[in-house]
């Protein structure tokens, strides 16, 4: 008899990374509301009987969907804009989205919702990805509607594009309706933050749920951090060689998500936030045992607060322990064993028989697995690995599984590339078994400087934002001081500066004058300051255009400008000269500062009295 393969659950995608095209405001295309032909169901359902793709869920449907030819963009007085698009594929039980081009600069963001869910996705400039790809996840129904706001420091500067639609069509009664991702699990899975699993809580912040992306598909399965013997929190992560057999893997865009888990033992009925690191590399692998090692391209972030889980490669089998895992791509879930042996005989898998003894045979006396599950850590009931699941019966009832063994994983490769030894002892130390690792507290420092204008004196009363993995906000005293406290070291954080005041505060009819001066070519404004002072409409250029509206808000007409707040602030380390011009870029309304590393006390800020290019306006009201 052959056993079930724990297969990945896919869903065909195609990622792949094109030079994007800039948008146009006040614009509407012809696609402003996209229709998509739907596959053909019956005949993806008669070619998954026959190829035995049995947990595939969704289908590929071709697009070509940009902020350049698709949607209806709207402009907005204060100089951001809008873009909209509503995409219909006919028949879909949900859609899922695949970005070829994917930049959203500070300050915007994405929103993406279904009519037949109150729940919306959104997403910032912290979702942006090296390689610019993207995967939005699945909305639920036939339709999705995508929202992008731009603000004005920013406009035309994001990247949008879906190449590819994934269509939604496979449902299992009594189930999640996609059969895959949050809520999706069978009911007989307790959550891991159930009492059952309470003398297991370090390991389980080592099991991360892996999105993987391959040439024919996506698909889920589950990882757990492994420790080494040099014990320096290199991000390995032990999984399943089956996880990815047969497909073409895209390993630079495969995402781990950590902390993907309900807070206590009950399901939510909202999904869970987590966090999540994108690109690994294989480092070793092997058939027989079913293991593959990867190492992740970015260490774990101090906030993750992650755990390198230990190992024991002897070779008895545990008497009792735990699996912590993904089923199905749903959050975090707890199995547990009370008896486990040597499986003397070979097993014969769907995709080829593996050798006797490679496995140890897994009953559980809580819990089970399911697809979604594979390359899931079997844990001793010490907390420390004895190998990583393959397959075997699932379901709610007399479930057993078959694990590869460590012990055989370890060394009978004959290259690096074929065990573990080379990775998981690179001090050759010989040790039979590793404790965890935690990793370390996360570092804290501190950021801050001052506001002051451009002549020296302090800005009081602004608010300085800080927005990033802590969020925060500072309002400045007389002496026009901020400081942030307990930033997270290595983070990639934005701050941004403002303050209200009344529009006539410091602009009189002597700065109409100087700046028709500066216009006229008598005598220019003599600091980037100024200008950007003068450029009230924040046009990238000083006209007779920007005097009209200074004189507006002098005779009382306006009460705010239409393009620009009342006060602009810039860093004062910021280049105001070349491509950095006022009159060539436009100032951004966030300021970035990546891979944190000390504390900052000087990211002083020059604030800029908007119409006022004689420093006349008062700092300190």
Known sequence: MKLKLLLPV??????????????????????????????NVERLLKADEENGLHSRVAAPVVADIGLDNSGTWEAHADG??????????????????IYDQFYLPPGSQLEMFSPEEDRKATYTFQDNQPTGHFFSGFTKGATAQLVYREPAHARQQGRIHIRRVDYGYRQSPNRSVLNFGFGSSLDCHPN???????????IQRSVCRIVMVLEEGTGYCSGTLINNTAEDE??????????????????????????????NCGNPSTEPAFQSLMGCQRRASRRESDFVLFELVNNLPPNFEAYFAGWDRRPTAPPSGVMFHHPSGDIKKLSAFDQAQVHPSSINWQAGATPPNHHFDVDFSLGTFEQGSSGSALFDSTGKIRGQL??????????????????LSWDEGTTSATRLMDWLDPADTGADTLGGLDTAPPATVSIGGILANEVGAPVANATVYLSGLVNDTVTTGADGLYTFFDVPTGSVVGLRASKEDDIQEGISNLDLIR?????????????????????????????VLDQIAIRKAILGIDIEFNS?????????????????????TPLPDIFMI?????????????GIKSGDVNNSADPGN
């Open 564 to 584: 620009v707040d009342i006060w602009r602030f810039v860093p004062a380390a910021w280049p105001l000269n070349g491509s950095n011009a006022p009159t060539v």
């Open 234 to 263: 290199t991000p390995f992560v032990l999984s399943a060689f089956h996880c990815d057999e047969g497909y073409t893997p895209l390993y630079g865009m495969w995402r781990f998500d950590f902390n993907y888990e309900s807070e």
């Open 80 to 97: 951001s804009a809008t873009w909209t698009c509503t995409v219909t594929v006919p028949g879909a039980l949900g859609l899922g989205f």
């Open 10 to 39: 896919i869903g065909l995608a195609l990622f792949q990374w094109a030079h994007a095209q800039i948008a146009s405001p006040d614009s509407s295309y012809p696609n402003t509301a996209v229709q998509l032909a739907p596959p």
């Open 390 to 407: 393959h397959g075997g019966f699932n379901g709610c009832d007399n479930t057993n599984a078959y694990y590869g063994r460590l012990t």
């Open 515 to 543: 700046i028709g001066q500066h216009n006229l070519g008598l005598l220019s404004l003599d600091s980037p300051y100024k200008e950007i002072a003068a450029d009230v409409n924040n046009s990238q250029s000083i006209s």
């Open 192 to 202: 891991a933050n159930c009492d059952e699993g309470a003398d297991f809580r370090d």
């Open 594 to 606: 990546n891979n944190i590393t000390g504390n900052i006390p000087d990211f002083d800020f020059v």
